[in-house]
């Protein structure tokens, strides 16, 4: 079975795709600058533990396992993984001191393909109407937006003229049955500590439950290499409503009044709770001025490689 570098393996992401590669007989050699509950419990499993910053570690760590590796999993940095809500600019900064030298390592270590997490942020809001597509626009506009632009750009720019395949996963905000933070987002106005919906909450959300991201990290690494190689949308195959969202949280006991609110202009500018400056550093900021523009995120190039058959009436 095929052998996996992985970074952030602590985190939550981590921690599901572990549970897979292993049940999968794969062998997994993992970092984070934190333990977890995998570590002596599998002989195809190796944990060392270290900040992804350390050049020096991470690197030997690389070098000693090449016969192992074929493909690099690299989710450090990545927000539900093990960064919290808040992106600080020293966060920004370890990212790009870590990409600086670790795509290096990893190209050096003669692995076949780098699979690194973005996210559909780097899209921001389009214009119009129409599915975002890996063709779209980007832009840096918040920290977290720009952090992981410049990791995919750093990530093309080292391996030209190698035979690594390069992989972008773009990842909606990630949810499970159970942590549904992201979900709660759009429909919670935190300043008032109340559940919301405009109308019968038809309105809906992309979104991209965690086992539709493993189910396509698993399809990554069972294709031969070169055949696969870019950027792909990893989003569920259809939004999930506003509707969808409360009665799920009511079914799990998490959610109490909802009240209905005005689609006024004055109404959606009042929730924003700490005004627009808050989008720079938080990636769950929510301009709930354009609740209504429903952009789906096209995930047509990544269904190529897997089903993405989960969504919140199936996940758990």
Request: charged fraction near 25%; charge should be positive.
């Amino acid at each position: 079975m095929a052998g996996i570098f992985l970074t952030g393996a602590s985190g939550m992401i981590g921690m599901y795709l572990t549970s897979n590669l292993l049940k999968k007989q794969h062998k997994v050699i993992a970092i984070d600058s934190k333990p977890n509950d995998f570590v002596g419990k599998d002989p195809n499993y190796t944990f060392i533990q270290c900040d992804i910053t350390d050049k020096s570690a991470v690197s030997e760590l690389l070098d000693k396992y090449h016969n192992d590796i074929q493909t690099v999993v690299h989710l450090a940095y990545s927000v539900d993984n093990d960064i919290d809500s808040f992106v600080t600019d020293d966060e920004v900064k370890g990212s790009k001191a870590c990409d600086k030298y670790f795509y290096r390592a990893a190209i050096n270590a003669r692995v076949k393909n780098i699979i690194i997490l973005s996210t559909t942020q780097v899209y921001g809001n389009p214009k119009g109407r129409e599915p975002i597509r890996e063709t779209g626009a980007t832009k840096s506009y918040s920290n977290y937006a720009g952090m992981k632009l410049d990791s995919e750009k750093t990530l093309f720019k080292e391996i030209k003229k190698t035979a690594v395949v390069p992989v972008i996963a773009r990842v909606a905000p990630i949810y499970t049955s159970e942590y549904t933070q992201n979900l709660r987002d759009k429909i919670y106005d935190q300043k008032d500590d109340v559940a919301f919906i405009y109308k019968d909450g038809e309105y809906g959300f992309s979104f991209c439950c965690v086992f539709n991201l493993i189910d396509f990290i698993n399809g990554i690494i069972n294709i031969p290499p070169g055949r696969y190689d870019g950027t792909y949308n990893i989003a569920d195959t259809r939004q999930i409503t506003a509707t969808e969202i409360l009665e799920h949280e009511r079914a799990h006991h998490r959610i109490g009044a909802v009240i209905q609110r005005s689609m006024t202009g004055d109404a959606l500018k009042s929730m924003v709770p700490l005004g627009k400056n808050r989008q720079k550093t938080d990636y769950r900021y929510f301009d709930p001025s354009t609740i209504f523009s429903n952009w789906n995120i096209d995930n047509t190039k990544a269904q190529r490689i897997a089903t993405f058959r989960w969504n919140l009436s199936n996940t758990k």
